[in-house]
């Protein structure tokens, strides 16, 4: 139930309206731990879901070398992704979107990822492709967030742990789905093309998941705390919408977006420029190189997709799990030095041709692991300015922002380099 009460300001003798929403039902300790590990392996499963569609995309290395072997679809293909990812946030922070409720995104969401999945197998074009990497970005935000928006209704932290373990199991299991498919497929001496079989599986995988994840959502959305929370948020929304109702400026003291990005300017550049290089590099740069010699013996190009893609992800899993037991460790100092201190990757640029195989794999790997790291890290070491739920909630729009415009920077630069000739 909803009640408004009237409240007066000590300071300026005012009185002002506070919106207090008071829950219909009282919180039940019991019912949250009984379903604790419920909406925990929900929430995992549904932002690794959200991240399958980009990263089936980012995985069909082979199919892009094959059949488009002049179009630098490695890098293009990023480049609308990374480009859609930070426009849809920008919008979505401008309008509120959030305001609408999960359902209203999430459910939509995995039914575009399925609309796009039959889509790149029904036309081979790659401008196809294309659209269909920078709709899977966008679409990605929007179904993103209202994920971590639904681990955020609850005070403890293994919720949101669970979404960004999704987030770093996704590249990883995507890869390894992959390649095992495409050995299938292999070994079954299909008359159908090989590569082209394994890409139909692949994307019909996708397909299965998104379906799947929306049966996930109902049941996660069904479940006691988590329906007690939504309607109570969604109340709240409601009752701040009405034009009877001044809004109470909370006893914390809300900041702008501006007093936000000085207070955590140097968090994000280091979220910037960790994506920043890290798409600069990854995926196109190796790759290509592949072309050349890198596991191109006896014509298996292809193999560059699940050595290069899968160590990265495997990295960056791996970095994902450290960052929750050395935070603590990391100032923002020490996350500004390592950033600029993952420069030293560019001399892949450099090198690819020439460099020795492993080695440009354990490079790989620690790239990824240095990227799940910081990027991480710098989202969970909040500098002791900001306070409240509101700034916090705001603060992680802008690292968001900020990461969104590092992966479609990163990738911009990669494709102008090969454009130009200089890959």
Known sequence: MIMLGIKENKDDNLQINIVEVIPSEEENENDLLKHH???YWRLLFLNLVVLWAYQSLISAQNYYIKFFPHDHLDFW???SAGTSMFILHVIQLYFGVYKYGFTKRVVPGFIIYII?????????????????????????????????GIA???????????????????GFLNVCAN?????????????????????????SVLIVLCILAIYIYYSLINLPPVNLRINQQMASFQQNNLNDVAELHQTENELSFWELTNILKVHLFVQFYVLFISLLLWPGIPCSASRTGWFNSDGKVWWCSPFI?????????????LAVKVHKYF??????????????????????????????LCLITFMGLTN????????????????????????????????????ALGSIVAASLSLTGVL
């Not at 709709?135 to 929007?142: H, L, M, Y």
């Not at 996350?335 to 080695?359: E, G, N, P, T, Y």
């Not at 690292?399 to 992966?407: D, K, N, P, Q, R």
């Open 179 to 203: 390649t095992i498919i495409r050995l299938i497929v292999l070994a079954a001496h299909s008359h159908i093309d090989e590569d082209q079989l394994s890409f139909y599986i692949f994307m």
């Open 77 to 79: 293909g990023t480049v």
């Open 372 to 407: 799940g790291l910081l990027a991480t890290v710098t989202f969970m070491v909040r500098p002791p300015a900001i306070v409240g739920v509101n700034n916090c909630e705001r603060a992680a729009y802008l690292m968001t922002a900020s990461l969104y415009f590092g992966i």
């Open 37 to 39: 590990n419920g909406i």
């Open 331 to 360: 100032s923002e100092w020490i996350c500004l030095f390592s950033a600029l201190s993952r420069s030293l990757f560019i001399l892949i640029i450099v090198f690819r041709h020439s460099i020795d195989s492993i080695l440009l």
């Open 116 to 148: 796009i999945a039959i889509f790149v197998m029904a036309i081979k074009n790659k401008y196809v492709l294309i659209i269909a990497f920078a709709s899977v970005g966008g679409v990605n935000t929007i179904t993103e967030s209202p994920i971590y």
């Open 309 to 321: 893609i899968m160590t990265f992800n495997f990295g960056d899993l791996i970095g994902r799990t």
């Open 152 to 170: 955020g209704l609850f005070t403890t932290g293994s919720f949101t742990q669970a979404v960004q373990v999704g987030n770093g199991m996704a």
